[in-house]
């Protein structure tokens, strides 16, 4: 992860992992096998991170819907801002990977099954419309986020716009 926060993503290979551990070549190859595994496990770290985030505010706070609203918005936009640049770098250098695009397909299914279970007590919509909503609110949730890092907007402001989204998306 030094790698890339100092260096960027295209800096990080399996040799010059091996050589800033302090390892063999073969030791790094022998554990990850190819760039796209090391990419990737760097980049599931980081989304296990978020998701535990995520848990841990959703098992701590308030059972309302504007609260839990608030809580899974805080959890985003924060998980971001901790995150550093790495996500973005290492998401760019995976690309078109298919391993990337599986790995984002069960980071999304993780992430709205835990929207459905924190929400499902505050709305009136059946399992699946609850399911499409979440989904669309993880999409308003990424184009709100690319606004906030590109220093359009404040976190404040993404927190309580995506907050407004997710109370409005599956309210009564």
Request: net charge negative; charged share 20%; glycine share 8%.
């Amino acid at each position: 992860m030094t790698i890339v926060r100092e260096e960027g993503a295209d800096a990080l290979s399996l040799v010059t992992l091996a050589a800033k551990a302090g390892v063999s070549r073969p030791v790094a190859y022998d554990h990850f096998s190819t760039r796209a595994r090391l990419l990737l496990a760097l980049f599931q770290r980081l989304e296990e991170q978020y998701v535990q985030a995520l848990r841990d505010a959703l098992n701590t706070g308030p059972r309302e819907l504007g609260a839990t609203a608030n809580l899974m918005s805080r959890a985003y936009f924060n998980c971001l801002a901790n995150l550093g640049p790495e996500a973005p770098a290492l998401s760019a250098a995976l690309k078109g990977s298919e391993e990337m695009a599986s790995q984002q397909r069960a980071m999304i299914d993780e992430y709205v099954g835990i929207m459905c279970q924190a929400l499902q007590p505050f709305t009136g919509l059946d399992t699946a419309g609850l399911r499409l909503t979440c989904i669309g609110l993880l999409g308003a949730a990424e184009a709100i986020a690319r606004e906030q890092q590109e220093g359009h907007i404040p976190e404040a402001a993404a927190i309580a716009a995506f907050s407004s989204l997710i109370a409005r998306g599956v309210g009564r």
